[in-house]
């Protein structure tokens, strides 16, 4: 059972736009949300995360808002350019627990 | 710094051939990750070690996938024999399990092809 969802699939956006990707999870003992950024040829590498303590978190142009209550969190990338076309990977973890529990990937494409 | 190193980056069997992915975590990491990922199931976790214990193997297919770490410095994933749908890229990433973020540092790969 996917215990991480991801939606949508895929996503175009044009240089400059603002991607968003959402991510809903069903274990309420999670209590680590990261993002990891995979590009093609590469291992999948962390982009940024959160902890439920906050709404949001931001670095540099990429933003994370958590919704504890809907048990969803996603990532925005403002400003979107080519280089950030990658497959990006939303997971899950619960606190003294090595095990992220994957989303199955969102490819975002950026034209120009 | 090296991360996390794979060996071979690219395999390319026949079915029923052994096949045996290697890796290296990063000094210092107490935990090791072996997924795997393809288009139509994304990627799975197959087993974790954590100080070269196997904590959790319920990922790993069948039978014919079998994972050591002998010490904190190598773990190998065989499959024996392969088969084409076997045909993924693996990756092994490793962790320390006291940081509270439980971030994973993933290898860059090994793609193999069953035929």
């Known amino acids: 059972q996917q215990q991480v969802k991801q939606s949508p699939q895929s996503l175009i956006v044009q240089k400059g736009g603002i991607s968003i990707i959402n991510c809903a999870y069903e274990n309420t003992a999670f209590d680590y949300f990261p993002w990891y950024q995979q590009f093609p040829g590469k291992g999948p590498a962390l982009l940024i995360a959160i902890r439920p303590d906050v709404s949001e978190k931001k670095e540099g142009r990429f933003t994370i808002s958590f919704n504890k209550s809907a048990k969803q969190f996603s990532l925005h990338i403002m400003d979107s350019q080519p280089g950030d076309s990658a497959t990006y990977f939303c997971a899950a973890s619960s606190y003294g627990n090595n095990r992220l529990a994957f989303g199955k990937g969102n490819q975002v494409v950026v034209i120009p | 710094d090296a991360g996390v190193i794979q060996s071979p980056r690219h395999e390319v069997t026949e079915m029923g051939q052994e096949v045996t992915l290697r890796c290296k975590p990063i000094?210092?990491?107490?935990?090791l990750f072996w997924y795997r990922q393809t288009m139509m199931r994304g990627l799975e976790l197959l087993i974790y070690?954590?100080?070269?214990?196997?904590?959790?193997d319920s990922g790993m297919p069948e039978d014919r996938f079998s994972a050591k770490m002998p010490n904190a410095s190598f773990s190998t994933l065989k499959i024996q024999p392969s088969e084409p749908r076997d045909s993924a890229v693996y990756f092994c990433?490793?962790?320390?399990?006291?940081?509270?973020?439980?971030?994973?540092?993933f290898g860059p790969g090994t793609r193999l092809t069953v035929l």
């Open positions: 990433a490793s962790s320390f399990s006291g940081d509270l973020g439980n971030e994973q540092f």
């Open positions: 070690f954590n100080n070269n214990v196997p904590i959790d």
């Open positions: 000094s210092g990491h107490n935990s």
